[in-house]
């Protein structure tokens, strides 16, 4: 059981990969650190393995089973094993969504009964500590830790099986990034949930990941290469 990326090749840009040939894995109940310098293709593997971006070449994996789609158009059950957080939640959320219905997002789409959503969201209020005052507050409202307090509620909010960190507290103060950090630490602990910490910040890295691969610049070589 894993969420693998193999000999992943992929770019925006037809002859001109940003990935060439490489390889992740994540497995269930472990944190993951992705580093290597700006611009080396760390978002890009994040979006591959979150199954938002599809490969031109490669696997990815989950849990044995090949992603041929990307995120919408794949099965529901792979759609819903994979969460992500990215690094600015304003450009994550409609702005005319309270938190409440940022939270209830997938809840929603996944057809849940509307007293499961509402007791499911209190839920992942509590857990990520937002008060029921600010849950029916616009985006515009809140603060960025608030605001991406949110969405990683909305990112747990159908039990992944992994998740997809992308800089999710790169714009965050300590104090906020310990207590993200520390909600996702709980979802490993209690429900072996594996995770992808992608980040620049090493110290941050240090304390969090149990292993961190490094994605190197020379774009040619292939596997990343486990740091620990
Ligand atoms: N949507 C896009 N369209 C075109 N090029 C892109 C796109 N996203 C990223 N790139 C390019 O792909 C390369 C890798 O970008 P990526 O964001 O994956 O790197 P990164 O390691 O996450 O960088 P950083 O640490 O600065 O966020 C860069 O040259 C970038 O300009």
């Keep these: 059981m894993s969420l693998t990326a193999t000999d992943i090749t992929v770019g925006y840009r037809r002859g001109s990969p940003v990935l060439d040939g490489v390889t992740l894995s994540v497995d269930p109940g472990r944190v993951i650190g992705l580093a290597g310098p700006s611009g080396c293709g760390k978002s890009t593997l994040a979006r591959v393995v979150a199954l938002l971006l599809a490969p031109w070449s490669g696997e990815v994996m989950v849990d044995g089973e090949r ?3 990307t995120r919408h158009r794949a099965p529901r059950r792979l759609r819903t094993a994979v969460g992500v957080v990215f690094q600015s939640p304003r450009r994550s959320v409609d702005p005319r969504f309270t938190l409440a219905e940022v939270m209830a997002e ?20 509590a857990r990520v500590d937002l008060t029921a005052d600010l849950m029916s507050r616009k985006p515009h409202e809140v603060s960025d830790g608030q605001l ?11 039990q992944p099986r992994y ?3 992308d ?14 950090v520390r909600v996702v630490n709980d979802e490993v602990a209690e429900r072996d949930m594996g995770v992808l910490a992608v980040s620049h910040d090493d110290a941050l890295l240090d304390v969090w990941a149990e292993r961190v691969d490094v994605l190197g610049d020379d774009i ?9």
Excluded: F, I, K, N
Excluded at 115 to 122: F, G, N, P, Q, Y
Excluded at 167 to 180: I, Q, V, Y
């Design 148 to 158: 991406q307090r949110a969405c990683l509620a909305r990112a747990l909010a159908l």
């Design 163 to 165: 998740l997809v960190c």
């Design 67 to 69: 992603v041929h789609r």
């Design 106 to 125: 997938p809840l929603r789409a996944s057809h849940r009964s509307s007293r499961e959503v509402r007791d499911r969201v209190e839920t992942l209020a």
């Design 167 to 180: 800089e999710m507290t790169s714009m965050l103060d300590a104090s906020t990034t310990a207590a993200l």
């Design 220 to 228: 040619a070589s292939s596997d990343v290469s486990g740091r620990r």
